[in-house]
């Protein structure tokens, strides 16, 4: 009892420095919170990692690089972008997690970001540490050259701080195959070397690995069937609602599909489709992969469909899960009431941190199954992970052979976080269990490595 006292104590405090640190990191005081508010148990048994200062260390990246990003317009006009990479954690593989451009991209999101990366890694079971990096960049409206010209100014400056066995990144919102293609030309131009394990991502006639486009939003599936299989209730015959229109939300309800459930909504930053039939995937694959459009031309396109401005409202929308797949806090309480008013009866966070604190306390307080990002998001990462060592054995496995380790490793994220909320009395708190799962591991690496 006196050491959770202690320990608890010492999580406060770590908080209240992050806070009075960096005041205007929002994003990153909520992951630090969500955090600190489940790892106790885990520092009441080791006394010891207090007097490390571990968790200082933790929350404080191991590098943050950023840099100027000037490329030229298609009319011929300067730009300038700035351009980060958050190194957080080393301490079980290299960095590794992707790149965000994105307006809205600042320190705040990058370390919310790459800290909740160093967790879900340690979830993959894979020798990945944690990082995050990324751009102010709006890949939106603008030409392929354009596009390009902005990847090979960032990767010209990226290129020294990353390396296959240094800090491998990948995509993330607004970085999907088109980027990651035109980052590792200029990577490999830069080297005069064909390290195809810098990057993943990547298309596959040049060292990608089959089921990574699919993989964040297959895994989800896979790990949000698990959680309801094993509480008794299963998948088949349920109704989805999913946000974003992006490659999480697409690859979410091919899955869903698949495995007998039935989608009926997805977003973007403008609105919502509800779509009663079910999401025609057809359709939304060709207006926002090969057209690049907006989600709000699928429903003047199909008969049934309705939108609705306001990408918040597709929580209004009665469905038996749902799975915010487009990005942070875009969840929040009222929204929460909406879903638990409506019947929902779990939620899967494909997104990273998607649910507000107070909207995952409501889901619990309510009797909501929630799988959180970091355990049921995993499925991205790991396939990065697959694609490194693919990359370094110099071969390719089949759809197959990838899928079903993707299957394994989901269910094995479901099992480390149920046995740990189990083991430190907070059954079903996935949330709680895969902290501590993620953490438990980082930490004996960390101790083990000495103050570094
Ligand atoms: P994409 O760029 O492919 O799609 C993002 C989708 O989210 C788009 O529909 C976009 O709409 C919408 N969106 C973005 N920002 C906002 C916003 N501020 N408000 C409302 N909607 C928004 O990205 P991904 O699908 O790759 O990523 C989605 C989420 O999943 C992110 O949180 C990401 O961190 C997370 N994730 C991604 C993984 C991956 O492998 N790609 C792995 C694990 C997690 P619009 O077009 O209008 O911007
Ligand atoms: O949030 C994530 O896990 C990702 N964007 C995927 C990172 C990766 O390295 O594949």
């Known amino acids: 009892m006196a050491d959770m006292e202690k320990a608890k104590a010492y999580c406060e405090r770590v908080l209240a420095e992050i806070i009075k640190r960096d005041p205007d ?7 630090c919170k969500e955090v600190l508010g489940t790892i106790t148990p885990v520092l009441a048994e080791h006394p010891e990692y207090e007097e490390a200062c571990l968790l200082e260390r933790f929350f404080e990246p191991e590098r943050v690089i950023t840099f100027r990003v000037p490329w030229v317009d298609d009319a011929g006009k300067v730009r ?28 705040s999101i990058l370390k919310f970001l790459a800290t909740e990366q160093i967790l879900k890694n340690s979830l993959s079971g894979l020798p990945i540490g944690g990082g995050k990096g990324g751009s102010d960049f709006d890949p939106k409206g603008k030409s392929d050259c354009e596009v390009m010209k902005f990847c090979q100014s960032f990767m010209t400056e990226l290129s020294r701080h990353i390396g296959p066995d240094v800090d491998v ?38 060292g990608g690995s089959l089921a990574r486009t699919e993989a964040t939003g297959y895994g989800l ?10 509480n008794g209730i299963g998948l088949k015959g349920k109704t989805v ?7 999480v939300a697409t690859y979410a309800i091919e899955k869903a599909y698949q495995l007998g459930a039935k989608p009926i909504t997805c977003s973007d930053s403008n609105g919502y489709v509800v779509d009663p039939e079910g999401i025609d995937l057809a359709l939304l694959k060709q207006i926002k992969e090969v057209e690049r459009g907006r989600i709000k031309e699928y429903a003047e ?12 409202g597709v929580w209004t929308v009665k469905a038996d899960v749902a799975l915010p797949c487009a990005t942070q806090n875009e969840l929040n309480l009222e929204a929460a009431q909406a879903l638990v008013a409506n019947g929902v009866v779990a939620v899967g966070e494909g997104a990273n941190m998607p649910c507000t604190l107070d909207a995952i306390a409501y889901f619990q307080e309510n009797g909501v199954y929630f799988a959180p990002a970091k355990a049921a998001n995993v499925g991205g990462v790991s ?15 089949t759809f197959e052979e990838v899928d079903q380790r993707l299957k394994d490793i ?43």
């Not at 301490?91 to 992707?98: D, F, L, V």
């Not at 919102?173 to 070397?193: D, F, P, T, W």
């Not at 609602?241 to 490659?247: C, D, F, L």
């Not at 992970?385 to 054995?393: D, H, P, R, T, V």
């Open 169 to 206: 990144p990948a995509g993330d919102i607004g970085v999907g195959g088109r980027e990651i293609g035109y980052l590792y030309g200029q990577y490999k131009r830069i080297r005069n070397a064909y390290e195809a394990g810098v990057l993943t991502g990547k298309g596959l006639s040049f």
């Open 383 to 397: 396939v990065s992970a697959l694609e490194m060592s693919q990359n370094s054995e110099r071969l390719s496995w």
């Open 25 to 31: 990191q929002p994003e990153f005081h909520n992951t």
């Open 410 to 452: 989901m269910i094995n994220s479901y099992k480390q976080a149920k046995d740990a909320a189990e083991h430190y009395g907070m059954p079903k708190n996935y949330l709680a269990g895969a902290n501590i799962a993620g953490f438990q591991k980082v930490a004996a690496a960390m101790f083990a490595q000495g103050i570094v």
């Open 221 to 230: 599936l896979y790990f949000v069937e698990c959680m309801l299989n094993d």
């Open 80 to 107: 300038v972008n700035r351009g980060f990479r958050v190194q957080m954690s080393s301490a079980i593989g290299p960095y590794k997690g992707g790149l965000r451009f994105h307006p809205s991209v600042n320190l």
């Open 241 to 247: 609602s999913v946000s974003g229109s992006g490659n």
């Open 301 to 312: 396109r199909k008969e049934g469909a309705e939108y609705h401005e306001g990408c918040a």
